[in-house]
């Protein structure tokens, strides 16, 4: 029986070879889903799909409903793996990621991220913004790069109130208690590092999400985005720690979509209040422009030749928006830390049919911080 998959828009060639040159030392990759299977191999100049059980490099057995959310762009490789939602009866992890970028392309038409094909329209990667430049043009800029800087948006007593509040949770926070996230630091000690569903626990900090420059911002590709308070971790603070941690303080190059959910809910935007300025001391934002809607490799921050790389200095108060599938990082400070920034991120109504309140897809990733910055 033929493994079911979505049927992508037409596919290019040029994507395809490129493909078949990088894959070319991984080998073919078979798919064994109960008694049907299905072979990915290079073929040439492009890529070749077999049914039935074949001689692949690298075999990957899972089961039905994990094959559908694979090819249906609902959860990525790396959740089924750390959900125990596949094995391998040859090859490994490795393999599996080399070709994920392509199975994406095959599956669903996100071509792999190549800085070759990116057009950024003339426009200046570096620029920054004011409150009161037409959301036409902060639009174009967002469209364009995958992320915005806006300067001076909210008021130093703003920042100063929302942090009083962030202080005030941060107090209040336990490992183990659903609502932050925790690094181990260099002491050995749980070191805070995230507050999530920070809006459901102070007034401050809900004006904040439902602010009308908050929404303008977040709304600017899509008037039908919104806040999700109460799902999908709702409105998260993030606190930057100092030193050499480990967890998922210091991110490398992701996409917000890591974990799954793609199809759901992007391309979502999240709108970045700077509760403090930020620069390389604090571990500041770095983006790729141009890189949204595309597969990011696994190992992608292994390849970064001719790749345009931005890093966002901020001062209180300034807000960066960025689409979820983004290539951005948060690297290591370089001082002393201390990075405070709020999450305000806008999702698609598909994500209110599909998650329900108290629900994540980053739960798996707060579970298991040690083996997926290991993965990372």
């Not at 100049?45 to 249906?72: C, F, N």
């Not at 990667?125 to 409150?131: E, L, N, V």
């Not at 703003?158 to 630091?185: H, I, K």
């Not at 405070?340 to 599909?354: D, G, L, Q």
Request: glycine fraction near 10%; aromatic fraction near 6%; proline fraction near 8%.
């Amino acid at each position: 029986m033929r493994l079911s998959h979505p049927v992508p828009p037409p596919l290019d060639p040029e994507i395809l070879g490129a493909a078949a040159r990088d894959l070319a030392r991984t080998g073919g990759i078979t798919f064994l889903v109960g008694e049907d299977a299905v072979t990915y191999a290079v073929d040439g100049p492009t890529i070749r799909v077999d049914d039935g059980r074949s001689s692949g490099d690298t075999v990957v057995r899972l089961s039905r409903p994990a094959w559908d959310d694979m090819v249906g762009q609902v959860r990525t490789i790396i959740n089924l793996l750390l959900s125990d939602d596949l094995a391998f009866e040859r090859g490994g992890f490795e393999q599996l990621a080399d070709w994920d970028p392509v199975l994406r392309y095959l599956h669903a038409g996100i071509p792999p991220y190549d800085p070759a094909r990116i057009d950024l329209r003339g426009r200046d990667p570096f620029a920054a913004f004011t409150p009161d430049a037409q959301d036409a043009e902060l639009a174009a800029q967002l469209d364009t790069m995958g992320y915005l800087h806006v300067k001076g948006v909210f008021t130093g007593d703003e920042m100063d109130a929302a942090n009083r509040e962030v202080d005030r949770l941060a107090a209040a926070a336990r490992p183990g208690d659903d609502r932050s996230w925790w690094v181990t630091g260099e002491d050995g000690g749980h070191v805070l590092c995230r507050l999530v569903y920070a809006t459901l626990r102070s007034p401050v900090l809900a004006a904040l999400e439902g602010d009308p420059r908050v929404r303008r911002l977040g709304t600017l590709l899509d008037p039908a985005l919104r806040a999700a308070p109460d799902r999908m971790e709702g409105s998260a603070v993030l606190l930057k720690v100092p030193g050499n941690t480990s967890g998922l303080s210091n991110i490398p190059w992701h996409q917000d979509c890591g974990m799954g959910g793609h199809a759901i809910m992007c391309p979502a935007v999240s709108v970045g209040i700077q509760l403090t300025g930020s620069d390389p001391s604090t571990g500041n934002l770095r983006v790729l422009p141009g890189s949204h809607g595309q597969a990011v490799h696994h190992r992608w921050e292994q390849r970064p030749e001719g790749v345009p790389v931005v890093s966002i200095d901020t001062a209180p108060g300034d807000v960066t928006v960025h689409v979820q599938d983004l290539m951005h990082a948060s690297p290591r400070p370089t001082g002393a830390g201390g990075r405070r920034t709020m999450y305000v991120t806008h999702y698609p109504p598909a994500v209110w049919e599909h998650v329900g309140p108290g629900e994540a897809y980053n739960d798996l990733v707060r579970n298991r911080t040690e083996q997926v910055a290991r993965l990372r």
